[in-house]
Nanobody, 127 residues
Framework: VQLQASGGGLVQAGGSLRLSCAASGFTSDYYYIGWFRQAPGQEREGVSCISSSDGSTYYADSVKGRFSISSDNAKNTVYLQMNSLKPEDTAVYLC?????????????????????WGQGTQVTVSS
């Protein structure tokens, strides 16, 4: 499985960015794609994730109502639309794949089950 994240950049507070995660190499139709972020000196946290089978989603409380995750199965790409960005959203954003058949949407933000990680893309929000 290979993942390629893109779309980061520098944006002013209140602005928007759309991140993309191009995925390939899956041998199962059941998996989760998650977006995580890590700011300097802070732990990696789950931001949002989506199921490949039924589109179930999860959002961290800090991004609910501002971020939206979606998938284009034809393109094998998962998107993270980020609106109303805040300086505290500044971080390296990474996408990852969880192939466990036991993962459900309410727990797909847990880092442990994710076996495959793409490289990060930097998101910087200026005040």
């Amino acid at each position: 499985v290979q993942l390629q994240a893109s779309g980061g950049g520098l944006v002013q507070a209140g602005g928007s960015l759309r991140l993309s995660c191009a995925a390939s190499g899956f041998t199962s139709d059941y998996y989760y794609i998650g977006w995580f972020r890590q700011a300097p000196g802070q732990e990696r946290e789950g931001v949002s994730c989506i199921s490949s089978s039924d589109g179930s989603t999860y959002y961290a409380d800090s991004v609910k109502g501002r971020f939206s995750i979606s998938s284009d199965n034809a393109k094998n790409t998962v998107y993270l639309q980020m609106n109303s960005l805040k300086p505290e959203d500044t971080a390296v954003y990474l996408c990852a794949a969880d192939l466990s058949p036991f993962t459900i949407a309410t727990s797909c933000n847990a880092i442990g089950p994710y076996d495959y990680w793409g490289q990060g893309t930097q998101v910087t929000v200026s005040s």
